[in-house]
């Protein structure tokens, strides 16, 4: 059974920093790209960062470009979001996904406000 299981957000002021975490379990964790996307108020669901299942390759959307890191770590099976200079635009509920084998799994989302 596949479970995808976010952590880490909350409220911070524009120009902070945060860390999101996915845990994932019940995947081969390495095999497979995982991404991030968030969801904001009134908005479609969009792609904000993807990374490899090796973690060499990484793509941003161009709104977090310079402001937000992917990275993984295969031996905790855990994949992260390094969000700073966050902006009010940033405000969103963040989800963990990936495909395997054609099936799509997501978390249950982490909210992310940014707000002075």
């Known amino acids: 059974q596949v479970q995808l299981v976010e952590s880490g957000g909350g409220l911070v002021q524009p120009g902070g920093s945060l860390r999101l975490s996915c845990a994932a379990s019940?995947?081969?964790?390495?095999?497979?790209?995982m991404n991030w996307y968030r969801q904001a108020p009134g908005k479609q669901r969009e792609l904000v960062a993807s990374?490899?299942?090796?973690?060499?390759?990484?793509n941003y959307a161009d709104s977090v470009k310079g402001r937000f890191t992917i990275t993984r770590d295969n031996a905790k099976n855990t994949v992260y979001l390094q969000m700073n200079s966050l902006r009010p635009e940033d405000t969103a509920v963040y989800y963990c996904?990936?495909?395997?084998?054609?099936?799509?799994?997501w978390g249950q989302g982490t909210q992310v406000t940014v707000s002075s």
């Open positions: 996904h990936t495909v395997i084998w054609g099936l799509t799994y």
């Open positions: 019940g995947i081969t964790f390495r095999t497979y790209i």
């Open positions: 990374i490899s299942g090796g973690g060499g390759t990484t």
